[in-house]
């Protein structure tokens, strides 16, 4: 009976992981050997003794952490490559590494990872390789770079293929109608309206003030249009070279704003007309640019041509000794005379110059002929005399610029289409006259007979109020202000 008692506990021993089949013979040997005497028996003794002190250690180690075990187990059950590296370390180093077998659980973690790696090696599709690429850490980011490279060439290559194919006018129209979409109705209105409408256009929309003025025969409102119309074809031919200082050896633009300063004051002492001032500067201009004059004649030239229209404008002009008077006499009676023939000849006696102040005039009945506004226009109609750069711009375009500077810096309103049909002038025309105005407000006072004329009450202080308003919004409206951080413009 006892040794079938050993056969059983054999039997039961197979199902344990830890005995291999070498225990199961020796315990067959120990069973038929118990029969027997001798030192045999002794040493399968002490094999089943250790059998079963591996048997108990495993059965501890099970109660301790069944669950842990079980996991690890598990998984290493689905690994065929690591059973394989147990049975053959089991081989190598005998029981004792068998039976330490249990407390290496750390092993199950590491052929988890390796069997996700080995999964994802396995499968060589490009969806493996992307479901990969975004939760990848590994050394293993090389290789799927290479693999996303390949899609992006394979993809672009038949978008060419595509756009090879198909037809270039169903491209057009896509890009069209993204177009039209990213725009509203409303955006398209605002940034075309300036853009589309012209004076013809505006004059539809503009109101007819002259037919208020039919009955005043001073107003000649039958033949105003025609007058105007007239008016701005002399400009035209009435106006001087801007250029004209290139072919002047010994003069620059500089002398000709201090010559026009200095005849300002002479304007004010003599109380003349503002068409006396605008006439004489463009007798100057013009004489300037027919014939090259010395810098010891050129206060000669302006004295002259003041001469020349206080008589064309003035009803009582100042006599010919007032001027000499005014030239602290450095020039006689017979020169200024023998000048004024001179100046004549060369401009072939054709004084017929559009004064500004009577387009300024025409603008202001559409403004309902505001005091404040026609006084700074003003101001700004004699920076054209004094700034060169206005030269080549004609009158009717410097006093529109002249007016709608007035009267945004008084808030007088947007300017409407009556405004710019009696002007004559869209906003757009205006812009570049407007900002030269802006430029020369914001810049330091060179002219300082302008700018006390005008500093006075009898101008409501024109020049005061344009050159604070010029302080706070001329980085504005100017472009190079606003580059410079704010500097000083250079005129």
């Not at 002399?234 to 005849?263: A, C, F, H």
């Not at 003041?306 to 000499?324: D, G």
């Not at 006072?445 to 919004?473: E, G, N, P, T």
Request: proline content about 5%; glycine content about 4%; aromatic content about 8%.
């Amino acid at each position: 009976m006892p040794p079938a008692r050993a056969v059983r506990r054999a039997v039961t021993n197979e199902n344990d992981e830890n005995v291999a089949t070498t225990t199961r013979l020796t315990r067959a040997k120990a069973a038929a050997l118990e029969n027997n005497a001798g030192d045999p028996p002794k040493k399968a003794a002490l094999g089943v003794k250790r059998a079963a002190t591996t048997t108990t250690t495993t059965t501890t180690a099970a109660a301790t952490q069944p669950t842990r075990r079980r996991a690890a187990l598990g998984d290493v059950s689905n690994v065929t490559k690591n059973e394989t590296l147990d049975t053959k370390a089991a081989a190598g180093k005998g029981k004792l590494a068998l039976a330490q077998k249990p407390t290496g659980i750390q092993k199950p973690t590491r052929t988890t990872s390796t069997r996700t790696a080995l999964t994802n090696k396995a499968t060589n599709n490009v969806a493996a390789a992307d479901l990969k690429r975004p939760a990848s850490g590994s050394g293993v980011a090389g290789n799927a770079t290479k693999k996303r490279n390949t899609t992006k060439a394979l993809k672009e290559e038949e978008e060419e293929a595509v756009s090879e194919n198909a037809a270039p006018v169903a491209k057009r129209t896509v890009k069209e109608e993204v177009r039209v979409e990213s725009t509203t109705p409303k955006e398209e209105v605002e940034l075309n309206l300036p853009l589309e409408k012209t004076l013809e256009e505006l004059a539809r929309e503009a109101k007819d003030l002259d037919s208020e003025d039919l009955d005043d025969p001073l107003m000649v409102a039958e033949y105003v249009h025609e007058i105007f119309d007239y008016m701005k074809e002399l400009e035209i031919t009435t106006q001087p070279n801007p250029d004209y200082m290139d072919s002047q050896s010994e003069l620059e633009w500089k002398m000709r704003g201090i010559l026009v300063d200095w005849l300002l004051e002479v304007h004010t002492r003599f109380r003349l007309l503002p068409e006396t001032l605008f006439l004489a500067v463009n007798i100057i201009d013009r004489f300037l640019s027919t014939k090259v004059v010395q810098l010891d004649r050129l206060q000669l030239v302006g004295v002259t041509a003041m001469f020349i229209a206080s008589k064309y404008e003035e009803v009582l002009s100042p006599h010919v000794q007032n001027f000499r008077h005014v030239a602290d006499d450095g020039f006689t009676e017979q020169e200024i005379l023998s000048a004024e023939r001179f100046v004549l000849a060369a401009l072939d006696y054709d004084l017929s110059y559009p004064n500004p102040m009577n387009f300024l005039r025409r603008i202001s009945k559409a403004d309902n002929y505001d005091i404040q506004t026609r006084t700074l226009g003003k101001y700004l109609l004699e920076i054209g005399c004094l700034d060169y750069r206005f030269i080549k711009y004609p009158p009717s375009h410097v006093a529109a610029a002249a007016m709608y500077l007035a009267r945004l810096v008084l808030d007088r309103g947007e300017w409407d289409a009556t405004l710019a049909v009696y002007a004559g002038y869209t906003e757009q025309e205006i812009e570049p006259v407007f900002k030269l105005m802006v430029d020369y407000l914001y810049g330091p006072v060179q002219h300082d007979a302008f700018f006390r004329k005008y500093a006075s009450k009898k101008f409501l202080k024109a020049s005061i109020v344009l050159r604070q308003w010029a302080k706070k919004f001329a980085p504005v409206y100017l472009d190079n202000i606003a580059a410079n951080g704010g500097d000083t413009p250079q005129i």
